[in-house]
């Protein structure tokens, strides 16, 4: 059954039963565990499980083995099929809040001290913390997770197998200002947020409401903990943002995008599908479909490594420059002129 659902080959015995999953180095008889890299590969016999799911031209070894096309996603899916995640302690506490004209579906798990407004929707399958708040006209759609203490301002819709972790804020006003004499007057944030079904953000990102129109996260995203998204900005579908991120105002991200830890994005960039941002790069201007970019100013990467290449010559070079003229002959009381430049 394991093969057919990830699509795999058996190599050994296909009758096996396997119950659950575990490390390499902890797993017993009757789990499966995943050799990837040749640290595990080399030693695959010596694991306790009863399979490994490696790739489809992995040496042979002692074990059972379920060859697959991408040994990861395999692991992924048995690991969700053998251990799916479970509705825990269905049903409404008594200390939970709502206000006026609630749609509630009555399979959901909403626990103590959740505060939700009014006029809110809820899904069927819907599981919310404790400590969550919810503000008026949000909905929330069907089978999503919202971890403790997640808020979501007012008119925040979410779609379906949404997941937010513990600390998100959602729908939070966008940092919007006009400069005058005497300081700065807030720029009222009338938009909202929409996030598409099946994206996950991770503990304390925050995505702020446009000022105007929706901020959007698209379907599949996944967004990684300690995150800001402005305002106004519009991330596509299967996109994925490592910590630290930060994204500002209307910054259009297309399709299938990785942007790595501690990058920063520029007011109004507009970044095509499949772009790779890498870690700590600051991207300050448009970027193309299907570019890597890295660095201080985000340049094409393999430009960026060649300037680095030559950062790393420079004090050899200058020394070069420099040494004939420190080798010539001074006439007596002669001063170097280059010195202390």
């Known amino acids: 059954m394991l093969a057919r659902h990830v699509e795999g080959e058996v190599d050994g ?25 040749s640290r595990y590969l080399t030693r695959a016999g010596d694991t306790g499980a009863s399979a490994v799911i490696v790739s489809v031209d992995a040496p042979c070894c002692p074990k059972d083995l379920l060859r697959v096309k991408n040994p990861k996603l395999a692991f992924a899916q048995v690991l969700h099929l053998l251990h799916p995640r479970k509705l825990s302690a269905l049903g409404i506490s008594e200390d939970a809040c709502f206000g006026e004209e609630c749609k509630v579906s009555s399979d959901v798990s909403i626990a103590s001290m959740v505060s939700i407004g009014d006029r809110v929707t809820i899904g069927s399958k819907v599981s919310i913390g404790s400590g969550c708040c919810i503000g008026d006209d949000c909905h929330i759609g069907e089978g999503s997770l919202l971890h403790g203490n997640v808020t979501l301002y007012p008119g925040v819709h979410i779609q379906e197998r949404v997941f937010l972790h513990s600390g998100c804020v959602i729908g939070a006003d966008g940092f919007g200002y006009a400069a005058h004499d005497q300081g700065h007057f807030k720029i009222e944030q009338m938009g909202t947020v929409l996030i598409e079904s099946d994206v996950e953000i991770g503990a304390n990102s925050c995505v702020d409401r446009g000022t105007f129109g929706t901020t959007v ?30 994204i500002s105002g209307s910054v259009q991200i297309g399709d299938r995008c990785l942007i790595a830890g501690q990058a920063g994005v520029g007011q109004h960039v507009t970044i095509g599908d499949d772009v790779k941002i890498l870690q700590k790069s600051a991207v300050m201007k448009d970027i193309p479909p299907g570019k890597t970019v890295s660095g201080l100013y985000g340049r094409d990467h393999r430009e960026e490594l060649r300037i680095q290449a030559a950062l790393r010559r420079l004090p050899q070079l200058l020394k070069d420059a420099v040494a004939p003229r420190s080798e010539a002959p ?6 170097d002129a280059w010195e202390g430049e």
Do not use: M, W, Y
């Open 217 to 246: 996260i698209g379907k599949g995203t996944k967004i990684d903990n300690l995150v800001h998204v402005g305002h106004n900005c519009k991330i596509g579908q299967n996109t994925v943002i490592v910590g630290c991120v930060g």
């Open 13 to 37: 015995d296909s009758d096996l039963q396997i119950s659950r999953v575990r490390p390499f180095n902890e797993a017993t008889e009757g789990d499966i565990t995943l050799a990837v890299d």
């Open 330 to 335: 001074r006439k007596p009381g002669a001063e």
